[in-house]
């Protein structure tokens, strides 16, 4: 569960009130959905973070969420999600995962880019359906300033304590001023023992372990397919080919009548390379290839 810390002024005092949790609950009753955002660097407990706060939030609106149904590392498949059945109930809560703001062989640029236009999809879809989007990256400055204009609530890592597992956030409700573009970062405040406080740090468990597990065989998948495609380019370069390869290529070629394919088993050499310059030389003039 959550839990929420605020300064009494006379020391720290944790209290428990369901202080986030209501006023999610007044955006979605409003009929408006809820954007959050997890910052802090690697290993600072914001994944297992986010994958608490869902499984709060979704317990809270009665909502279904699963790793399968309701996280993702890419924009494009958890836009997908969104769409199923199961996951119109108005608080339905979904994370884009931080391992997507790594690029995906992309640059920072490029994954901004994205970023963007995936939030106006999702404002899109969502608006109506009351949607609640969960997202990870290391810096709150990792999204472009229309997109930061964007979200609702930020919690900046403070850390984890090793001893009772929980990582501690700073939460910030955001405004925007419509006008100038101006974010306003505010603590939530709420009434308690006839006085008014605010909550100066949310700190969260573990999520259940079912639900860890889980968590970490999708991003097993995803990040030895993200490594799989950042080497990939790197297969499709052309390699050098020697003259005394050059000429056996333009032989198998001309006498033995041999296509691409079969001449690059035989000498080890990628298709694209075998290509590349029997389309060079022939343009040249200077292989023997007809």
């Known amino acids: 569960m959550i839990d929420y810390t605020e300064n009494t002024g006379k020391g720290i005092k944790k209290e428990k009130p369901k202080v986030f949790l209501n006023w999610a609950d007044k955006?979605?009753?409003?009929?408006?959905?809820?954007?959050?955002?997890?910052?802090?660097?690697?290993?600072?407990?914001?994944?297992?973070?986010?994958?608490?706060?869902?499984c709060d939030l979704s317990e809270h609106f009665k909502t279904p969420f699963?790793?399968?149904?309701?996280?993702?590392?890419?924009?494009?498949?958890?836009?997908?999600?969104?769409?199923?059945?199961?996951?119109?109930?108005?608080?339905?809560?979904?994370?884009?995962?931080e391992v997507g703001s790594a690029g995906s062989g992309a640059s920072s640029r490029e994954?901004?880019?994205?970023?963007?236009?995936?939030?106006?999809?999702?404002?899109?879809t969502s608006?109506?359906?009351?949607?609640?989007?969960?997202?990870?990256?290391?810096?709150?400055g990792y999204l472009e300033a229309g997109s930061r204009q964007l979200v609702h609530f930020q919690l900046e890592s403070?850390?984890?304590?090793p001893i009772t597992k929980q990582s501690a956030f700073k939460p910030f409700a955001i405004q925007c001023n419509r006008r100038t573009g101006k974010l306003y970062y505010k603590y939530l405040r709420y009434k308690h023992e006839g006085g008014r406080k605010r909550v100066n740090i949310m700190r969260f468990g573990l999520p259940p372990?079912?639900?860890?597990?889980?968590?970490?065989?999708?991003?097993?998948?995803?990040?030895?397919?993200?490594?799989?495609?950042?080497?990939?380019?790197?297969?499709k370069k052309v390699p050098l080919v020697n003259k005394e390869y050059?000429?056996?290529?333009?032989?198998?070629?001309?006498?033995?009548?041999l296509t691409q394919k079969e001449i690059s088993k035989r000498l080890g050499i990628s298709?694209?390379?075998?290509?590349?310059?029997?389309?060079?030389?022939?343009?040249?003039?200077?292989?023997?290839?007809a």
């Not at 403070?158 to 304590?161: R, S, V």
């Not at 050059?246 to 009548?257: H, Q, S, T, V």
């Not at 390379?273 to 290839?289: E, F, P």
């Open 27 to 54: 955006r979605i009753s409003r009929n408006q959905n809820l954007i959050m955002i997890f910052n802090g660097g690697t290993g600072s407990g914001k994944s297992w973070a986010s994958l608490r706060c869902a």
């Open 66 to 97: 699963s790793i399968s149904g309701n996280v993702d590392f890419s924009f494009e498949s958890l836009l997908k999600k969104m769409y199923l059945p199961e996951n119109n109930k108005p608080g339905t809560v979904f994370i884009q995962e």
């Open 111 to 124: 994954w901004q880019s994205k970023a963007n236009k995936f939030f106006n999809s999702f404002l899109q």
């Open 127 to 140: 608006r109506h359906k009351r949607q609640i989007l969960i997202m990870n990256c290391p810096s709150f």
């Open 158 to 161: 403070m850390g984890i304590n």
């Open 209 to 235: 372990d079912d639900i860890i597990r889980d968590y970490e065989n999708e991003k097993t998948k995803f990040t030895d397919k993200l490594n799989k495609s950042i080497m990939e380019p790197e297969k």
């Open 246 to 257: 050059r000429k056996e290529i333009a032989d198998m070629y001309k006498d033995k009548g």
């Open 271 to 289: 298709e694209m390379a075998i290509s590349h310059y029997y389309n060079r030389d022939k343009t040249t003039n200077n292989a023997q290839i």
